[in-house]
């Protein structure tokens, strides 16, 4: 059992791992408002209302210098050796959230600056290429994973409760020979069900304590990893595997014994 529920605990970091990647890479593209205005009041006003919008993170003004800067470390070459003049723009670059990286809201948000202050910028330039390829691999990678979850879902639900059911068919005549000598229902399945419960315990705790220590050697091969740690997520894994380890075995131990009080004493042959 505790196999099993290790191999459905890697493979749910790993979906929400490639979530997180994702994420990081959408919150990593620059966009940029550029300035038709050079008046500073209205640019801080512009760079406040920008900050101030649930979008929004790491805004910031960029000055001609800064501009020239960054457009420097982005090409890997100085273009001051050609022309004597910075052609640059003054700009407001943000970085928006992941959640509004996409065509529709970039578009309204696009549509809410220009509409607000079309006569102190000029425009809103973003990779948009770049955002759609993102957008259509996270849609597909994601429509994969879920395929695959879901067949390790019921390959990992049958295979713990073909396990238990083997181990309750162990102990068929034990369960009926306490029914005949008149124990109830309850006072059979209650002992079952409580020492159910403790082995899916014992099972999600040596899978998640397993799972715990490959995520710590793989954030060690990969420090991305641990920068893209999210002690939430991880919680969620941890969580998941409990319920269930614990739901399942439950389940199982539980529908066997009922299965076993109902049979006849012939059949148990």
Same mark, same amino acid.
């Given at each position: ?64 210098? +800064?501009? +020239? ?8 070459? !100085? ?23 996409? +065509? !529709? ?82 006072? &059979? ?52 595997? &409990? ?18 009080? +109902? ?7």
């Amino acid at each position: 059992v505790a196999i099993v529920l290790l191999i459905m605990g890697i493979m749910g970091w790993i979906f929400l791992n490639m979530a997180q990647a994702g994420n990081v890479l959408k919150e990593d593209i620059r966009f940029s408002a550029y300035l038709r205005t050079q008046n500073k009041d209205t640019i801080t006003a512009i760079q406040q209302f920008i900050a101030a919008q649930p979008f929004a993170k790491n805004v910031e003004y960029v000055n001609k210098e +800064k501009a +020239k800067e960054i457009w420097n470390k982005e090409n890997n070459e !100085d273009w001051s050796k050609i022309i004597d003049y910075n052609p640059l723009p003054e700009s407001i670059d943000f970085y928006a959230k992941a959640e509004y990286v996409n +065509k !529709d809201s970039l578009a309204k948000v696009s549509g809410l600056l220009m509409g607000l202050y079309q006569n102190q910028l000029t425009e809103i330039q973003y990779p948009q290429s770049l955002v759609n390829s993102l957008n259509e691999k996270a849609s597909t990678i994601g429509l994969i994973f879920l395929v695959i979850a879901s067949v390790l879902c019921v390959i990992v639900i049958l295979s713990i409760d073909n396990t238990i059911r083997l181990a309750m068919f162990s102990n068929r005549f034990l369960i009926k020979t306490m029914q005949m000598v008149g124990a109830t229902r309850g006072f &059979i399945t209650r002992p079952m069900n409580i020492k159910a419960i403790i082995n899916g315990l014992i099972s999600s705790a040596i899978a998640i304590a397993i799972l715990f220590g490959i995520m710590k050697w793989a954030e060690v091969q990969f420090p991305m990893l641990k920068v893209m740690n999210n002690p939430n997520l991880m919680f969620v894994i941890f969580a998941a595997l &409990i319920i269930m380890g614990v739901g399942i075995s439950l389940y199982s131990t539980h529908r066997s014994v009922i299965k076993y009080l +109902k049979m006849k004493l012939d059949d148990l042959y």
